[in-house]
Structure formats: structure tokens, C-alpha cells
């Protein structure tokens, strides 16, 4: 099973600045990678695949990279909307797994 | 509009079963593969189960084989979840989850339905 491991658990983060968000899977995944965004309450949102793409109706604002084992999410200006927590979760093996989630809160 | 709407949660004892569905809207569900995954409280998600187009290939994660086996009916556009053996530690809300539908460019998650195990 390819584990997931993202960092920061925590990022506090004041509206308007920039928010990075790093994940590190066990081997590499290739840019089998996806990121969600999930506010309280709410089922995850499909935010990014292919490790750089963004998904219909996702803001400019937010912006993944990285290959291999290696992968960012950048929010370039945070908006009130955008606190919540953010997973990665890579589709290149099966068991599908995800990260632990990286909690993004005001400053 | 693509909807995924998941019914049949609800509170059962240890050793139980459920059977969930999630009746699928707006995509030609035939043609496409799909997912459970469920999320326990307070922790992140987690893919429990996929079933390709035709019912051909199925896969499980380690925590449910065995005990867990999705299904899906495509005249009737509706995925299942025949769960049985449930323990405290299936507490979760479980989703449906359509892979990446290439006419909108995205992943769809259905609201959810909470499963809880309980005596």
C-alpha cells in the first residue's frame, strides 16, 4: 500500500497571503495525485488531478505541482472560503489511499 | 447536473448488516466505473471499494474484503454496498464517488449516509 504523508497537519495563514501545502507518497506515483478540499460538514470537493490540473469551476487561485513522490498545493491568495482541510490522495495503485490532511486556519 | 445520492445508513448492532445504494443522475453511468469510500468521525477519507463499467474487475481495501461487496445494476443507473460482519470501527459516512467524468472535468462525491454500529 502506497502511503501518503502530508505536511503540515496545521497551517495558519492570514486572508490574502499564500498557502503551501506539501504530500509525500512511499513510492513513486508518477502524477497519479488528486487533491480535495473539505469544509465542515461537507463531502470533499475535487479541487486538482493529474497532479497540475485543475477541475472545472476551480479557481486560478489554486495551483498543484510536483512528480515522482514530491507534490505541492499552492493557494496563491487565500480566501475566506478557502480555510478548511485539504487531501491528497494518489490513483496509480490499488488500495487508492489518501493523506491525513493538512487543516489550513485563519491567522 | 450530475447527483449521486446515497441511501440505506442508519444504526446497527456489531455482526450486522446494511446494504447501501447510490442512485446515480446525469452521466452515462454505464460507462463509467465507481467507488465507496467512507470518512470515520474525525479522520480524513478513505476508498473502501471499485467496481469497473461492466462489473468485470472489483477491487476492496484491506479493511472490508471479506466482509463488504459492491455491486451495481447500470439499467437501473444505481451502485450498492452489501456490508455484513459490521464492527464499531465501520462507524463512518459513506460515499459514492464517480471516478473523473470526462464531459465536466470532474470528480463527484454524493452527500453521504451515515452508517453507525452500535449495541
Known amino acids: 500500500e502506497i502511503v501518503m504523508t502530508q505536511s503540515p497537519a496545521t497551517l495558519s495563514v492570514s486572508p490574502g497571503e499564500r498557502a503551501t501545502l506539501s504530500c509525500r507518497a512511499s513510492q513513486s506515483i508518477t502524477n497519479n495525485l488528486a487533491w480535495y478540499q473539505q469544509r465542515p460538514g461537507q463531502a470533499p470537493r475535487f479541487l486538482i488531478y493529474g497532479a497540475s490540473t485543475r477541475a472545472t469551476g476551480i479557481p486560478a487561485r489554486f495551483s498543484g505541482s510536483g512528480s515522482g513522490t514530491e507534490f505541492t498545493l499552492t493557494i496563491s491568495s487565500l480566501q475566506a472560503e478557502d480555510f478548511a482541510v485539504y487531501y491528497c490522495q494518489q490513483y496509480d495503485n490499488w488500495p487508492r489511499t489518501f493523506g491525513q490532511g493538512t487543516k489550513v486556519e485563519i491567522k | 447536473e450530475v447527483q449521486l445520492v446515497e441511501s440505506g445508513g442508519g444504526l446497527v448492532q456489531p455482526g450486522g448488516s446494511l446494504r447501501l445504494s447510490c442512485a446515480a443522475s446525469?452521466?452515462?453511468?454505464?460507462?463509467?466505473?465507481m467507488n465507496w469510500a467512507r470518512q470515520a468521525p474525525g479522520k480524513g477519507p478513505e476508498w473502501i471499494s471499485h467496481i469497473t463499467s461492466s462489473s468485470g474487475t472489483v477491487y476492496y481495501a484491506d479493511s472490508v474484503e471479506g466482509r463488504f461487496t459492491i455491486s451495481r445494476d447500470n439499467a437501473k443507473n444505481s451502485l450498492y454496498l452489501q456490508m455484513n460482519s459490521l464492527r464499531a470501527d465501520d462507524t463512518a459516512v459513506y460515499y459514492c464517488?464517480?471516478?473523473?467524468?470526462?464531459?465536466?472535468?470532474?470528480?463527484?462525491w454524493g452527500q453521504g449516509t451515515l452508517v453507525t454500529v452500535s449495541s
Open positions: 446525469g452521466f452515462t453511468f454505464s460507462t463509467y466505473a
Open positions: 464517488v464517480s471516478p473523473l467524468i470526462t464531459t465536466t472535468n470532474r470528480v463527484y
